[in-house]
């Protein structure tokens, strides 16, 4: 498996990729060439054998200078549990590590209770809040548009070996 970044032409693969991996229609502005473009550095891809089977997509955040954000992964259903996940959120970090960050971000619904084992696997912790869901601390109303979320936070360690 290789870890690469992702360029334009690979998001007609990506759109698609994420409509069969997510179980329906995934949506997000993020999903595009024109953000590939301005952030490839936190777009990164997996491949075997020169087919995509997963790919994160994040940001260093412009207005917390420590920090960078995931705004999605999604592994191939049929390459799942193989440690693609946890290698694109590696290499997510030595990025974010090797461009100054030290915090990564990342979010999940409280009902995602795989996606909330994997980040805990992965040594994220979810920041308290004032309520729960289904047993989750919820950031209630989280974007703005009535979705709530599950806040995840990490602090990279290592930082002086990146
Ligand atoms: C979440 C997702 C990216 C995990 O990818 P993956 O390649 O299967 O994950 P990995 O095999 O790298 O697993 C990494 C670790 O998380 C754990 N893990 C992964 N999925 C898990 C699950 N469903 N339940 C419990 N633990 C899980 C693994 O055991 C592994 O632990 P270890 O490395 O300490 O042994 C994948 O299931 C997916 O694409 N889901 C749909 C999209 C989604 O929910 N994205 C996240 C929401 S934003």
């Known amino acids: ?11 007609e693969y990506i759109l698609k990729a994420a409509d069969d991996w997510w179980g329906g229609h995934y949506s997000s502005d993020m999903l ?5 473009h ?6 990164l891809l997996a491949e075997e054998n020169g087919k995509i089977v997963g790919f ?29 996940g946890r290698s694109l959120y590696e290499t997510f970090f030595e990025r974010a590590g090797s461009l100054g960050r030290s915090v ?21 912790m979810i920041e308290p809040q004032e309520q729960e869901l289904g047993g989750v601390p919820a950031f209630i109303n989280y974007d703005g548009r009535g979705g709530n979320r599950v806040v995840f936070k990490k602090v990279l360690d290592n930082m002086s070996e990146l």
């Open 38 to 43: 301005h952030f490839r550095e936190t777009c």
């Open 32 to 36: 595009s060439r024109w953000y590939i």
């Open 104 to 124: 990564i971000r990342c979010v999940t619904a409280p009902g995602k209770k795989n996606s909330i084992a994997f980040h805990a696997r992965l040594g994220f």
């Open 56 to 84: 994160i997509i994040g940001f260093l955040s412009q207005s917390e200078p420590d920090e960078a954000y995931i705004r999605i992964v999604m592994v191939d259903p049929a390459w799942r549990g193989k440690g693609i």
């Open 1 to 11: 498996m290789i870890i690469r970044q992702m360029n334009q032409n690979d998001c």
